[in-house]
């Protein structure tokens, strides 16, 4: 049975940035209560021109770079978004077009902030099971676009970016080694976007009463959270026949660092043992996980041969938690050059215009 090892990785945020300052000036809030509260300090903005399949294609491009895989090579393309650019088509098929990934199948998978987790394990399942030889999963957000800007309780966590992981099968023993996934819908009114889907569809009432805002009961999924990052933690490497002393960095959810903090308590760590960054970039949702890799990754916090956790909850409710023996570098890395990389892709991607065009030509004279 071949292994799935994560043999690229890479982020892309959009430039503007927000301070607890700036929005000190849009809401009754202050830099000194959102830090306490929650450890951050800024989060970057989409601008006009960025939207999850523009970001998430940035990223899936530096992720594909250190693997050093074509786009055409793909078998698989797995986004994972709380934000999709539409109901459908889905982002994950805008992003196969604008990689011109050629062969590869894609669809998204949503599970809220816990969507990274879902979707690695869903790329290594199939990887396992010799369906798929390599996959590309995205964690791709631009949340400021579903944000009340007027809600203090919700406007000051959320940030906008992307990451992305490739996966591909090897004889090797490694990469990932045990998934817990996990769900409650009992708790599916505690954050939510309440209307805009087929349940409640765009009305003047629905927009008059801010329906199509991210709602959330702060406190309600506060207590959830603290309560299963660390047992999900505990269970995948139960899972995996590991302990704490086996895994170098825990990857988790960046919402917020006390709820970190209240991990590391439960599983009587050091949080040093932890990666956060939510302090620079929100809650960035299902990128989160894959942006606090790259970093920890690019700081030399993981190393090849060494265990990881990778851990998270969000709407649903969902939770879950991933190890991996952690494979990269790869010796051969391509050298990173996204602007000559979304170039080629356009390029075949109209190519594959022409083709359909003349294919519908062909068979309509056939039928
Ligand atoms: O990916 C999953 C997504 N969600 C999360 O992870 C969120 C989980 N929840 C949290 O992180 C925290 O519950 C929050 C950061 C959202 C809120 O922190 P809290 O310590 O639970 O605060 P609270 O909701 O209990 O509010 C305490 C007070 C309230 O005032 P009163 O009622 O005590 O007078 C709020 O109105 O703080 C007030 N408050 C604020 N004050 C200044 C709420 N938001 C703000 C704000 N600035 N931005």
Redesign the pocket.
């Known amino acids: 049975m071949p292994y799935a090892h994560i043999t690229g990785w890479g982020m892309s945020v959009p430039e503007p940035v927000l301070t607890n300052d700036d929005l000190a000036k849009i ?4 830099d000194a ?2 830090r306490e ?2 450890g951050i300090r800024e989060r970057h903005i989409a601008r006009a021109s960025d939207f999850p399949s523009t970001l998430g294609t940035d990223a899936a491009l530096k992720a594909l770079s250190v693997a050093n895989l074509r786009a055409t090579d793909l078998d698989l393309i797995i986004c994972t978004t709380s934000t999709p650019e539409h109901l459908f088509p889905a982002t994950a098929c805008l992003i196969q077009d604008q990689l011109g990934a050629s062969k590869a199948g894609a669809f998204d998978l949503l599970a ?2 816990t969507g990274f987790i879902y979707a690695v394990n869903m790329a290594a399942q199939s990887i396992r099971s010799g369906a798929i030889k390599s996959a590309l999963v995205i964690g791709t957000e631009t949340l400021s676009r579903f944000v009340n800007w007027e809600d ?3 406007c ?2 959320f940030g906008d970016g992307a990451g992305a992981f490739v996966l591909q099968a090897s004889d090797q023993p490694g990469g990932v080694l045990a998934t817990v996934m996990r769900s409650d819908g009992s708790g599916s009114n505690l ?1 939510t976007l309440p209307a805009g889907g087929s349940r409640h569809p765009a009305t003047e009432a629905t927009i008059r009463e801010g329906q199509h805002y991210i709602f ?1 009961d ?2 309600e ?2 207590r959830f ?1 603290t309560r299963v990052m660390a047992s999900s933690t505990e269970e995948v490497l139960k899972l995996a026949g590991l302990t704490k002393d086996d895994i170098s960095v825990i990857i988790p ?1 960046q ?2 660092s ?2 970190i903090d209240a991990a590391a308590r439960g599983l009587k760590l050091p949080i040093e043992r932890f990666v956060v960054n939510v302090d620079r970039y929100g ?1 960035t ?1 299902t990128a989160s996980i894959p942006i606090a890799t790259v970093e920890a990754v690019e700081k030399g916090r993981v190393k090849a041969g060494e265990k990881v956790v990778f851990v998270g ?3 649903g409710l969902t939770w879950g938690a991933l190890v991996a023996e952690w494979t990269g570098p790869l010796p051969t890395p391509r050298k990173v050059n996204v602007g000559r990389d979304r170039l080629w892709g356009r390029i075949r991607s109209i190519l594959h215009r022409i083709e359909r065009f003349l294919e519908g030509i062909i068979w309509g004279r056939r039928a």
Do not use: K
Request: charged residues 15%; proline residues 0%; aromatic residues 10%.
């Open positions: 809401v009754d809030t202050n209560w959102i509260r929650t809220a902030c203090r309780n919700t000051i966590l954050l959330m702060g406190r999924v506060f959270a959810h919402a917020n006390r709820i809650n949702s909850f969000g709407a």
